[in-house]
């Protein structure tokens, strides 16, 4: 079982970044997927999460900026993140949930200068 997530690196303020989450290794299907991220000194916390059945949700911060999809063909979920700023500058980690077993990624670098 792996997820890896990927797509991270280094963007100005107001500009666009999609990251990637890929699995392997288990029905990714049947999972739902979450992001989360953790910035400098403070603890992780949820930014998008899409649903088996693709339904969406959303933490407020994030909310009309992000955008998250997935590709069951690819076996990989997406975070599209428009209009970033300093303040989503965080390392964000990819969570897959099947059957109440828990699958983290290694984590990407997000940084948006100002």
């Known amino acids: 079982v792996q997820v890896v997530d990927s797509g991270g690196g280094l963007v100005q303020a107001g500009e666009s970044l999609t990251l990637s989450c890929t699995g392997s290794g288990f029905a990714f299907i049947k999972a739902h997927v979450s992001w989360y991220r953790q910035a400098p000194g403070k603890e992780r916390a949820f930014v998008a999460q899409i649903y088996a059945n693709h339904e969406e949700q959303y933490d407020d911060s994030v909310e009309g900026r992000f955008g998250i999809s997935r590709d069951n063909d690819r076996n990989t979920a997406y975070l599209q993140m428009n209009r970033l700023t300093p303040e989503d500058t965080a390392v964000y980690s990819c969570?897959?949930?099947?059957?109440?077993?828990?699958?983290w990624g290694q984590g990407t670098q997000v940084t948006v200068s100002s």
């Open positions: 969570l897959a949930r099947l059957n109440g077993r828990e699958y």
